[in-house]
Structures are given as C-alpha cells and as structure tokens.
C-alpha cells in the first residue's frame, strides 16, 4: 500500500475516534504513518546513505525485495513486548502508540491479501502470459497501470496487469523516465 494511501485511511480512522480520544487522536494517528520508519532505517543502514530519494527509488522498484529486517516495527513480537508494556504499566499513551501501530499492520495484511488474490487470478485470466511482450513465464508480477482516485476502488482488476520481471522493470524505469523528464521541463 503506498503511503499515501496509508496516510488518507489514518486520517478517516482518526476522524472516526475522535469523538472517544479527543485531542489525543494525534497519538494513534502519527505512529500509524511512522511505523513505516523502519523501512527507511533499513535502508539507511544496508544501503549506508541517509538518502530519502534513494530509499523512496528502492521501494519503488519493479520488485523490491520483501524482508522481515525491512519491518522490525511491524513485527508481532515487537508489538507484543509494546503491548506488554502498555498493560504492565497501565499507560494511556503507549496503549494508544500501540493501537496506531496496529491499524497500520492490518492495514498491511489486508494489502497484501488483496494483492495475492490479484495477482493469482490476473495470472491465470491472462493464461501466465506478459501482457507486454506476450511470452509465457510462470512467475509474472502485477504492476499497477492506473491509481484510482477512491481507496475502495483501489484492488480492482482493471487497474492492474501482470508482466514478466523484465517488462516489469522496463515498465517502471520508463514511469521513472516520464516523471524525470515532467519535472526537468517544469523547472525550466
């Protein structure tokens, strides 16, 4: 799910709590959008740059790799021992960094469910064949083709293609191409 997305299903999640949390709904909110810093301390320290563009330009790779060290705060044990502490010291604030923080987690296993179901069923309508260049590959990857502008449209078919990794990388290299070439011309 792109932050954004992210950010805009906080946001409704927040407004929805308000009338419980008051002026403390900031609390939740903001650790559901930060969780995602482990992402980027990932990268800082694998990649050694403190780059925000470079770490944004990783993840939005063709593929980019999924691993569990990319996620500590994502991670049930993490949340748990949060939980824990929450409990054990009966602390508001924590209790509610905690609830943040899981919003996002479901959040994310409810994006990557959808995105399963996608591409298994893009897979087979489309017989394991590239969209683009039209070979048959048994391991095609979904790339998006449009964004719709409603969060509940967001896993339909119809805004999704399945290609083969090289078409896939080829896909997003000329979407980096595009929005390089949009932005030189609007700076001149």
């Not at 790779?61 to 054990?88: E, M």
């Not at 010291?89 to 924590?94: E, F, I, Q």
């Not at 943040?100 to 479901?106: A, D, E, Q, T």
């Not at 087979?124 to 391991?139: I, N, W």
Request: charged share 20%.
């Amino acid at each position: 799910m792109r932050p954004q997305e992210h950010m805009q299903l906080s946001a409704i999640a927040a407004a929805a709590v308000w009338p419980w949390l008051k002026k403390d709904v900031w609390i939740p909110f903001t650790a559901s959008i930060l969780i995602d810093a482990d992402h980027y301390i990932w990268h800082a320290i694998t990649q050694r740059t403190l780059s925000l563009r470079a770490a944004v330009r990783y993840y939005q790779q063709s593929n980019p790799p999924q691993l569990p060290d990319q996620r500590l705060l994502h991670q049930p044990l993490v949340l748990g021992l949060l939980l824990f502490l929450a409990v054990r010291t009966r602390s508001r604030l924590l209790g509610l960094i905690l609830a943040g923080l899981v919003f996002h987690v479901c959040l994310d296993r409810y994006h990557n469910n959808q995105m399963h179901t996608l591409k298994y069923t893009l897979k087979e309508q489309a017989d394991f064949t590239c969209q683009e260049c039209g070979f048959k590959v048994d391991e095609l990857e979904v790339h998006t083709i449009r964004v719709p502008k409603l969060i509940l449209a967001r896993y339909q078919l119809r805004n999704f293609v399945v290609l083969c990794p090289t078409c896939h990388y080829a896909a997003h290299e000329q979407a980096r191409a595009r929005k390089a070439l949009a932005h030189a011309t609007s700076q001149s």
